[in-house]
């Protein structure tokens, strides 16, 4: 699909015009999530579309991103309603919601599929499933809440990561040459499709999603985690119950672990122990422990998927007059950190 829609801009446009990424990627992680959670194609729901997809997540995580006085101060709400922050967070997860609801109804208007091929039909069937004597009741608030962390995780966590990957391939052309003769070496020529045995052959990428992850974590700060019983670390005492913020942009760009941090180095990786599933402090996108993020894998190989078409069967250029001096490196967000300025690039179809 993704290469369907670059290639239709290809063929529109004539190798001529740029493309904006952040509209594809979009659309492609969002399929992807919706396939998985709500079981049908993103482009096949009769109540959903781009536009309304991409409003609801941008609206649900900037009001998660914005600053609330309840999680600080014991009167906060206060402020937060005066302000109007209560208000704005409550529409903005009520449209979410409506959104969901939405998605349930169809199923249960369709009914179940027999494979339970989608987690919206596994959670309908515990739901209808009777318990026996205090056992755990699965509710309709705990699907909704698990479609929450599935779609707003999922769908713009991948499309920042992979958007943050070209823009860095972008401005490193010798990064960029590097990978795509990799990629098109150990591949070979002319495939009709990359599947998931490819993403085993393509070493070079995963350094360079590696170093996007430490440069460009999709999420600056972990999800607050509460100390379990007093502690004292470097000296602070840090009472029981206290809320912890782990700044993971920090921590990646930090001089004491990483040689020239600001600078994009995926070969920094090469013979090097660490890496960012959860074993090394130095490096923690997704967290680490029993509260590492679930869906890891998942996204992981969306990202892979994803840049392996976009490097295996175009080749990028600028628009007209631009350089890479010219591309902005803005970041625009709070609890996640996107492109401000999106990517606009020239998709050429590689020719063998």
């Known amino acids: 699909m993704l290469v369907k829609k670059v290639s239709k801009a290809v063929d529109e446009t004539q190798n001529s015009s740029s493309v904006n990424l952040r509209k594809v990627i979009f659309s492609f992680t969002a399929s992807i999530i919706c396939r998985l959670a709500f079981g049908q194609n993103f ?14 997540v941008l609206e649900s995580e900037t009001s998660l991103g914005s600053l609330a006085f309840a999680d600080f101060f014991p009167a906060g709400w206060i402020i937060d309603r005066l302000s109007g922050q209560h208000s704005k967070v409550k529409k903005a997860f009520a449209k979410l919601t409506n959104f969901f609801q939405y998605v349930i109804d169809d199923h249960l208007k369709n ?78 020529p002319n495939k009709e499709k990359i599947t998931e045995e490819d993403l085993e052959k393509a070493e070079y990428l995963k350094l360079v999603i590696e170093e996007t992850f430490r440069l460009h974590p999709p999420a600056p700060l972990l999800l607050p985690r509460l100390t379990m019983s007093d502690v004292k670390i470097q000296g602070y005492n840090i009472p ?110 590689h020719r063998w």
């Open 43 to 56: 482009h096949e729901c009769e109540f959903v579309d781009m536009e309304r997809v991409e409003e609801l």
């Open 111 to 188: 009914g179940q599929p027999q494979d339970h091929s989608d987690i919206i039909s596994v959670m309908l069937d515990m739901i209808s499933k009777p318990t026996k004597g205090d056992s755990f009741k699965v509710t309709d608030d705990h699907l909704k809440g698990v479609m929450s962390d599935v779609f707003l995780a999922g769908v713009n966590a991948g499309a920042i990561t992979m958007i943050w990957a070209m823009t860095e391939l972008s401005r490193h052309p010798r990064v960029m040459k590097k990978l795509q003769e990799e990629i098109r070496t150990t591949l070979g």
């Open 240 to 349: 029981k119950n206290t809320m912890i913020q782990i700044n993971t942009y920090a921590i990646g760009r930090d001089p004491k672990y990483w040689t020239k941090p600001d600078e994009f180095i995926p070969e920094r990786f090469v013979d090097n122990p660490i890496e960012y599933k959860g074993k090394h402090f130095e490096l923690l996108p997704f967290g680490a422990g029993r509260r590492i993020c679930p869906g890891m894998g998942t996204g992981i190989t969306i990202v892979e998927l994803g840049l392996l078409n976009l490097l295996y069967f175009f080749d990028w250029s600028f628009p007209e007059g631009m350089t890479i001096k010219d591309i902005d490196m803005e970041e625009d967000g709070a609890f996640v950190i996107a492109k401000k300025v999106p990517l606009e690039l020239v998709p050429i179809r």
